[in-house]
């Protein structure tokens, strides 16, 4: 069974500071790749990032950046000058190949303050 | 860029009660799903949809919830007999194909409150 794991329910910064977001997950398939989803308050699910676990490559949107360590099956997600309106929800989310039966972390609260 | 509509926004019911939710895909895309999120849980996976058929299905998707593809254009849950536990905001997605490079597209959600 596929299991994701995000053990900080709560992280707070300061605006322009850097945060890393913690996830790691379980599979014993080979081909999947993985996400990190933003929530605001207004609830709606926005994709932040992908990463297929094929590429060694880690992947970069702007500011936002993943530390995907296959072997250790870890995928966390670093957000660089941060902005308050990077405050919301963030999943990390497992996906395999076949499909888009994700399956997702608890969610960090992530706030950033002025 | 293109989105993935869901009505109603809002939804309150009485307990036993049938409700459908709404959806409306983005035009071109194949794929469709239902996920929920009950307050302060993870978010779950219901059910996947193509070709006009469910392709899967989790074990929360039982004999009261049901899928349906009327048109064309709109993909519908409906749940037949409400309980309080179906309390939760339920999203929409839809993707174009499987391809790992695709994008899966998010609906803002419907809140449902069964009271």
Same mark, same amino acid.
């Given at each position: 069974a596929q299991t994701v794991t995000q053990?900080?329910?709560?992280?707070?910064?300061?605006?322009?500071?850097?945060?890393?977001?913690?996830?790691?997950?379980?599979?014993?398939?080979?081909?999947?790749?993985?996400?990190?989803?933003?929530?605001?308050?207004?609830r709606q699910m926005i994709l932040v990032i992908r990463q297929e676990a094929y590429k060694q490559q880690n992947a970069t949107e702007n500011r936002f950046s993943v530390n995907f360590q296959k072997a250790a099956k870890s995928f966390s997600l670093k957000i660089s000058d941060s902005q308050l309106g990077d405050t919301a929800m963030y999943f990390c989310a497992l996906g395999l190949s076949s499909n888009y039966q994700l399956i997702w972390g608890a969610g960090t609260k992530l706030i950033i303050k002025p | 860029e293109p989105e993935v509509t869901q009505t109603p926004s809002h939804q309150v019911t009485q307990m036993g009660q049938e409700v459908i939710l709404r959806c409306v895909p983005i035009s071109n895309h194949l794929y469709f799903y239902w996920y929920r999120q009950i307050l302060g849980q993870k978010v779950e996976f219901l059910v996947s949809f193509y070709n006009n058929e469910i392709s899967e299905k989790s074990e929360i998707f039982d004999d009261q919830f049901s899928v349906e593809r009327p048109d064309g @254009?709109?993909? =519908? +849950?409906?749940?037949?007999?409400?309980?309080?536990?179906? !309390?939760?905001?339920?999203?929409?997605? @839809?993707?174009? =194909? +499987?391809?790992?490079?695709?994008?899966?597209?998010?609906? !803002?959600?419907?809140?449902?409150?069964?009271?």
């Open positions: 053990s900080q329910p709560e992280m707070s910064v300061q605006e322009a500071e850097t945060v890393t977001l913690s996830c790691t997950y379980d599979t014993s398939e080979n081909n999947y790749y993985l996400f990190w989803y933003k929530q605001p308050p207004s | @254009s709109n993909f =519908t +849950l409906k749940i037949r007999s409400t309980k309080l536990e179906d !309390s939760a905001m339920y999203f929409c997605a @839809s993707t174009k =194909t +499987l391809a790992t490079n695709e994008k899966l597209f998010f609906g !803002s959600g419907t809140q449902l409150s069964v009271l």
